[in-house]
């Protein structure tokens, strides 16, 4: 009763919106297709949600594991996940930029109060990236610091892609050091 609200939802900010209802259920599919219709109509941004429906789409799949590969390829700014056991699905959604969790949890409670960023990808950017957050505006400095025992670890593999990419500068300061560590000469050079 609660997914055709959760549907209307970006539908009704923007004529170019879209959303898109995955149910392995015809039923529900179809359940889904007649509220939406019909509550359109009672809305009061109506002009907009009509036009915004013309770009959404119900789309039938063969099961959930399909639904997830499918909305993890489109990367939805918003994934409301109203199937039972949600919470245990989570693992699945691997491209999101906010996700929405059982029957209890719409959309409009991110959008307005449940504190969460609300600066999320579209477009399918969820892909790469993540909404906006502090760290976005944090400068990180990364450190690395090895043992010779780390070295000899990880050496072989600096001096093989070094040599791959033809930079011997590069493979010339992991092999030093590991000479060095060997005992060899030339430990300085």
Same mark, same amino acid.
């Given at each position: $009763? ?35 219709? !019909? ?6 941004? $109506? &002009?907009? #949600?009509?036009? %915004?429906?013309?770009? %959404?789409?119900? #789309?039938?799949?063969? *099961? ?29 959604? !691997? ?15 991110? *959008? ?9 990808? @579209? ?6 990236? %993540? =909404? ?5 505006? /944090? $400068? ?11 070295? /000899? &670890?990880?050496?072989?593999?600096? @001096?093989?892609?070094?040599? #791959? ?9 992991? @092999? ?7 005992? $060899?000469? =030339?430990?300085? %050079?």
């Amino acid at each position: $009763r609660f997914r055709p609200r959760s549907t209307e939802n970006d539908n009704q900010h923007d004529v170019l919106a879209q959303a898109i209802l995955v149910t392995p259920d015809a039923t529900l599919a179809r359940a889904v297709q007649v509220a939406t219709e !019909r509550q359109a109509a009672r809305l009061s941004r $109506r &002009d907009i #949600l009509e036009q %915004s429906l013309q770009r %959404s789409r119900i #789309l039938l799949v063969a *099961d959930l594991d399909s639904a997830f590969a499918l909305s993890n390829e489109y990367a939805p700014e918003h994934l409301i996940l109203q199937i039972e056991s949600a919470r245990s699905r989570l693992a699945d959604v !691997r491209a999101a930029g906010s996700v929405f969790l059982g029957a209890w949890s719409p959309e409009s409670i991110g *959008d307005y109060c449940s504190g969460t960023n609300h600066v999320l990808p @579209t477009y399918g950017y969820a892909r790469a990236y %993540s =909404g906006l957050s502090l760290t976005d505006f /944090q $400068r990180r400095i990364t450190v690395q610091e090895l043992t010779p025992a780390g070295l /000899q &670890d990880l050496g072989p593999v600096a @001096t093989t892609l070094a040599g #791959l990419e033809g930079l011997d500068a590069h493979a010339a300061a992991v @092999t030093v050091r590991l000479n060095a560590i060997a005992g $060899r000469t =030339g430990a300085g %050079s």
